[in-house]
């Protein structure tokens, strides 16, 4: 394999992990706009502009984008999140220029109004249908809770009144702080043609217009508390806490993943022995998740309302004694092999080796194969996954309780 690497003019990066052997290629616009990005009054216009890319440009109808993936064969979406934006298309590597051509032309939307408000309403139907699904609005609400006025608290959704009252204007003014060519990157990864993609892109995208634009990674100011959501109409009780974690740019998140899958993983891990071998709960697990500039480590527990109060106490134990005794060696070889082995089976995709590419692009400007990422978890030392749970300890975490209970109270 070869890793590629080609800046236009006007900032805009193309990446490729090129293979000869693959048998499909993958791309993808990686873009530094997420809901951390945005004001209260325009929460939920990252998630909302990713709707109105598909609904055309001044070259092509929203049918005219749909019929033409369609055609491709391709395996094409989008998604949004806190810190990025991604609009992916995975095809056979014989419609490599016809994809990119595609990709780089609704980069550039019409954002027309009739669109606009027929894609509001699609988008507060989405609002409410999350909020009817388990956990009925508990990550919205521990989020909000754990991060407070930092905008990580915002919802990636936004509001059904914050969606309801953007404008067309707004969500263009947001395009023009955000969509820089500087603040993107083009990510590619299979059977690709460098050079001609080069030549494609430069084309389509070299006469984008370069402009500043800036995140201030702000550390938040985290909160710790417990926080009943009542829904008599749930049959299980959730539980989900937040806890400081590592950020994307410190070194210690690697161990505080292993130490996370070590507690959380979905078999053999201590929450694996202690909720679900026991039947006490129907799902349980610790993951980590990394931003610029802070980190958390979320614990989720789905149980049976009735076992609730007993599982809130048997979180905190298990977590208190990683944290007092450490873990062992055992834990260790087991979790690293867990997590190599991961890394390694989902690299077998084309689709996965482009989002590492592009994601490592958005979170250190950098690279590494997934053999190379899986060697760093492997140097990972029994010393610092326990020193990280003493970094990061989650015994003081913002807890949100969402079920038909409403009497539970902190362990």
């Keep these: 394999m070869n890793y590629r690497t080609h800046t236009l003019d006007n900032g805009l990066q193309i990446l490729a992990q090129c293979n000869e052997q693959a048998h499909t290629s993958a791309f993808g616009f990686f873009v530094r706009a997420g809901a951390?990005?945005?004001?209260?009054?325009?929460?939920?216009?990252?998630?909302?502009?990713?709707?109105?890319?598909f609904k055309g440009t001044p070259n092509r109808s929203a049918a005219e984008v749909n019929l033409q993936l369609d055609e491709m064969g391709s395996h094409s979406n989008a998604r949004t999140g806190e810190e990025s934006t991604i609009y992916h298309a995975a095809v056979l590597p014989e419609f490599q220029t016809r994809v990119v051509e595609l990709l780089t032309d609704i980069m550039r939307p019409s954002l027309r109004l009739e669109d606009f408000e027929t894609e509001k309403k699609v988008i507060v139907e989405e609002i409410m249908m999350y909020a009817d699904q388990p956990p009925y609005g508990g990550y919205e609400k521990i989020m909000e809770s754990f991060f407070g006025d930092h905008p990580l608290g915002q919802s990636v959704l936004g509001t059904v009144e914050s969606v309801t009252h953007l404008t067309p204007d707004s969500m263009r003014e947001y395009f023009r702080t955000r969509y820089s060519p500087s603040n993107m990157a083009f990510a590619a990864s299979g059977k690709i043609d460098f050079d001609a993609l080069v030549t494609t892109v430069e084309q389509q995208c070299g006469n984008w217009d370069r402009f500043e634009t800036a995140r201030e990674p702000v550390t938040p100011d985290y909160n710790s508390g417990f926080t009943t959501i009542h829904n008599p109409n749930a049959n299980q009780q959730y539980i989900l806490q937040l806890?400081?974690?590592?950020?994307?740019?410190?070194?210690?998140?690697?161990?505080?993943?292993?130490?996370?899958t070590i507690l959380g993983d979905d078999a053999g891990s201590r929450f694996y022995w202690e909720f679900l071998d026991s039947g006490l709960a129907e799902s349980a697990g610790v993951g980590a998740n990394e931003y610029q500039g802070c980190g958390s480590i979320m614990t989720v527990v789905c149980c049976d309302p009735e076992e609730a109060q007993n599982n809130l106490a048997r979180i905190k134990n298990?977590?208190?004694?990683?944290?007092?005794?450490?873990?062992?060696?055992?834990?260790?070889?087991?979790?690293k092999k867990k997590i190599a082995s991961h890394i390694l089976l989902a690299s077998e995709r084309t689709e996965t080796r482009m989002?590492?590419?592009?994601?490592?692009?958005?979170?250190?400007?950098?690279?590494?194969?997934?053999?190379?990422?899986a060697a760093v978890y492997q140097d990972v030392t029994l010393d610092q996954v326990n020193a990280a749970l003493k970094q990061y300890p989650m015994e003081d975490p913002m807890t949100v309780v969402v079920g038909p209970r409403n009497d539970l109270v902190p362990a």
């Design 318 to 335: 298990v977590l208190s004694r990683a944290v007092d005794q450490g873990v062992t060696e055992k834990e260790l070889v087991m979790a």
């Design 36 to 53: 951390r990005d945005e004001t209260a009054a325009i929460s939920g216009v990252s998630h909302f502009l990713e709707h109105m890319v």
């Design 243 to 260: 806890a400081p974690g590592a950020s994307i740019e410190s070194d210690d998140r690697f161990a505080a993943r292993v130490a996370a």
């Design 355 to 373: 989002f590492s590419v592009g994601t490592q692009w958005l979170n250190r400007q950098s690279f590494r194969t997934p053999e190379q990422i």
